[in-house]
């Protein structure tokens, strides 16, 4: 029997996307998905919430994502390719000093916010929501690891210029991690962002306190 108008409509209505349109509307979803839990965290981001943000049926969330924590899973996933995939890796490329590195990797990330802000906004949000959930903490590696080779890597060019001895290479590891996760707050203000930099810069040059003379 031929299938009536009203059941092709059904079906065509369904919220399951076509083959043709599966990309898109993924990619719709984790760009809503990251702006959504930028804004609002972890808990407040639910798929009601999401249905509003892209116009997609519960169905077609529940076809990509089956639960939150994949959804979050794959926002994180795919921030963390853009951050450094797009802007960050490329962004340090032709580095080859300590200070090269320093330089092109807050000049980049300022770039950045200014680009996407929502990346700066979903990972600063991603560690309120790890420290507060338990699921959230278990998927907050991918990211952690590849700023820490990125944090290593810069070491090592310092070690290499001999502005940097092995001895201190795990404090300045450290060091860069804290600082540069605070200074990534600032991005928003790029005033107070400028003088962070070069006050972080003169730091490391051992050039904003001076030794006090008897």
Request: hydrophobic residues 40%; glycine residues 6%; neutral net charge.
């Amino acid at each position: 029997m031929p299938m009536s108008l009203q059941t092709q409509q059904m079906k065509r209505s369904s919220g399951r996307p076509s083959e043709g349109k599966s990309d898109d509307s993924k990619a719709k979803i984790l760009f809503q998905a990251r702006t959504a839990f930028a804004q609002l965290g972890y808990v407040a981001t639910t798929y009601r919430e999401l249905q509003a943000r892209t116009g997609y049926t519960s169905a077609t969330l529940y076809h990509y994502f089956p639960s939150k924590i994949e959804l979050y899973a794959a926002v994180l996933d795919d921030v963390t390719h853009v951050m450094y995939d797009k802007w960050i890796l490329p962004g340090v490329e032709n580095c080859i000093t300590l200070f090269d590195y320093v330089d092109a990797f807050f000049s980049t990330v300022k770039d950045m916010h200014e680009a996407e802000g929502s990346l700066t906004l979903f990972v600063l949000g991603t560690r309120v929501d790890a420290q507060r959930h338990a699921e959230v903490a278990a998927l907050h590696s991918p990211n952690s690891k590849l700023r820490y080779a990125l944090i290593e890597r810069i070491a090592d060019s310092g070690i290499r210029d001999g502005v940097l001895t092995i001895k201190n290479r795990a404090v300045f590891i450290d060091t860069f991690d804290a600082i540069t996760a605070g200074l990534i707050i600032e991005t928003a203000d790029p005033v107070r962002y400028a003088n962070a930099l070069v006050g972080f810069r003169a730091l490391l040059q051992a050039t904003l306190i001076q030794p006090h003379n008897s």
